[in-house]
C-alpha cells in the first residue's frame, strides 16, 4: 500500500511536521510504502497517481486542491491536526477528509464540533522514538530551564524568559539565535533539569514534551486539557502562564522536586513501539472501505 504524504517544507525543517511525518515514512512496515511529495510538487496530482492514501500536511489551499482531486480519483484522503484547535484545522475539516486524525482527546471532542457528516475523526497521539530520546546520566546538567520552540508569538517564550529570570535558561528552535540540529536534540534535553513550554492554548499538541520526558526531564505547562492528557503527572501544570509569579513558582517548585523516573514512564506511553500499530489500523480500514 503507498501512502503519498505531502509535506512543503519536508527535508528543510525539523519542525514538529516534518520530524512527524519522517518518523512515519521510516517507522510504518511494509507492505507499507510511505512517497514523501515536498515543495511546489505537492500541487501537482501526477505525484500521488497510483497511490491508495494521500495526506496533505500543509493545510488551507492545499487540503482543498487534495480533497477535489482525490474525490475525482476515489482516493481517501487523511488529515492529521497539526494545527491545533483553531481556524485552519476548521478550514481542513470543512474541506471534508475521509479522516481527521486528533492527536489528543480534547482535540477530537473539538473537531467533531465541525467536521462534515462524512469525515470519521479519530484519536492516534504523537509518539516519540524512545530509543533516540533517552536519558543519558554520562552528560552534565548545565542548564536549570530548557524551552524547545520556534521564534513564534504564539508559542510565548517570552513568558519562560521573564519567569526564568535569575535561572540559567536555554531557548532553542527555528528562528531562534540558538538553532540546534535535530540529531544533538538528546544531548540538549539531557543538559537540562526542567524543560518548560507554554504555548498558547490552540498548540495543537507540542511533540517536544514527549522528547523531554522520554530523556526524563520534568516538565512546566499550562494546564489545559490537551497538556494535562500527554504530561499525566510527569510536571507541573500552571493555570495562568502568563501570572509571571505562579509560572516562576512551578519552575521552582519542579527544579526541587525528586521526580524519579515518572517523566520518562509517562513517555513510554507514547513509543512509536505502540503508535505504529494504530497508524498501521487506520490505513489497514481504508484500504478495505471500513472507515
Given at each position: ?85 483553531g481556524a485552519d484545522d476548521k478550514w481542513n475539516l470543512w474541506c471534508g477528509p475521509d479522516v481527521f486524525v486528533a492527536f489528543s482527546s480534547p482535540q477530537s471532542i473539538w473537531a ?177 472501505g471500513l472507515v
Amino acid at each position: 500500500m503507498t501512502i503519498t504524504i505531502l509535506s512543503f517544507h519536508f527535508g528543510n525543517s525539523d519542525r514538529g511536521v516534518e520530524t512527524w511525518a519522517k518518523n512515519l515514512a521510516t517507522k510504518l512496515p511494509q507492505p507499507y510504502v510511505v512517497k514523501m511529495v515536498t515543495g511546489w510538487q505537492i500541487y501537482n496530482p501526477l505525484q500521488w497517481w497510483g497511490s491508495q492514501i494521500v495526506v496533505p500536511t500543509d493545510g488551507r489551499l492545499s487540503v482543498l486542491w487534495c480533497r477535489l482531486l482525490t474525490w475525482l480519483q476515489g482516493i481517501p484522503l487523511v488529515v492529521f491536526g497539526h494545527s491545533g484547535q483553531g481556524a485552519d484545522d476548521k478550514w481542513n475539516l470543512w474541506c471534508g477528509p475521509d479522516v481527521f486524525v486528533a492527536f489528543s482527546s480534547p482535540q477530537s471532542i473539538w473537531a467533531n464540533k465541525f467536521k462534515l457528516p462524512r469525515t470519521k475523526v479519530t484519536v492516534i497521539p504523537h509518539a516519540v522514538d524512545t530509543q533516540f530520546f533517552a536519558p543519558d546520566n554520562k552528560i552534565k546538567k548545565t542548564v536549570d530551564v530548557l524551552c524547545v520552540a520556534a521564534n513564534s508569538p504564539d508559542k510565548r517564550v517570552d513568558l519562560v524568559a521573564q519567569a526564568a529570570s535569575g535561572l540559567s535558561l536555554r531557548v532553542v528552535g527555528t528562528g531562534q539565535v540558538d538553532q540546534v540540529p535535530y540529531l544533538q536534540m538528546p544531548k540538549v534535553y539531557n543538559q537540562a533539569r526542567v524543560f518548560c513550554f507554554v504555548p498558547k492554548p490552540h498548540e495543537a499538541f507540542g511533540l517536544v514534551y514527549l522528547e523531554a520526558m522520554a530523556c526524563n526531564l520534568p516538565v512546566v505547562a499550562p494546564a489545559d486539557p490537551v497538556r494535562t492528557e500527554i504530561t499525566g503527572g510527569a510536571g507541573l501544570l500552571v493555570a495562568n502562564p502568563q501570572d509571571q509569579q505562579m509560572l516562576s513558582s512551578a519552575i521552582a517548585a519542579a527544579l526541587g522536586k525528586n521526580w524519579g523516573n515518572k517523566p520518562r514512564e509517562q513517555a513510554l506511553k507514547f513509543a512509536w513501539t505502540k503508535t505504529i500499530v494504530a497508524y498501521e489500523r487506520l490505513f489497514r480500514s481504508l484500504k478495505t472501505g471500513l472507515v
